[in-house]
Nanobody, 115 residues
Framework: QVQLVESGGGLVQAGGSLRLSCAASRSILSINYMGWYRQAPGKQRELVARIHSGGTTNYVDSVKGRFTISRDTAKNTVYLQMNNLKPEDTAVYYC?????????WGQGTQVTVSS
């Protein structure tokens, strides 16, 4: 089992920045992938960024160059630094852990970007 606790969402103007945090209940080096997904109203949940236990990262094209996923293994925490935010980034952001090929989810945190 993996418990995930997210923090860091909020309201920001377009062009602003936010950093999301996700604290895991077990060593993130033991978790195949840690990632961030988002779901906007009326849309499907989509993968935003993920990091493999080995450190490889992947991003959806729409956030490349603006978002950065990183981790602090001592704190078992994964971060999503979001810069140059756009109104279309507005969504509920969910932390995800893929551990032993089962998915675990955080409670979600709202990110709202005003124009």
């Amino acid at each position: 089992q993996v418990q995930l606790v997210e923090s860091g969402g909020g309201l920001v103007q377009a062009g602003g920045s936010l950093r999301l945090s996700c604290a895991a209940s077990r060593s993130i080096l033991s978790i195949n992938y840690m990632g961030w997904y988002r779901q906007a109203p009326g849309k499907q949940r989509e993968l935003v960024a993920r990091i493999h236990s080995g450190g490889t990262t992947n991003y959806v094209d729409s956030v490349k160059g603006r978002f950065t996923i990183s981790r602090d293994t001592a704190k078992n925490t994964v971060y999503l630094q979001m810069n140059n935010l756009k109104p279309e980034d507005t969504a509920v952001y969910y932390c995800n852990a893929l551990w032993l090929w089962d998915d675990y989810w955080g409670q979600g945190t709202q990110v709202t970007v005003s124009s």
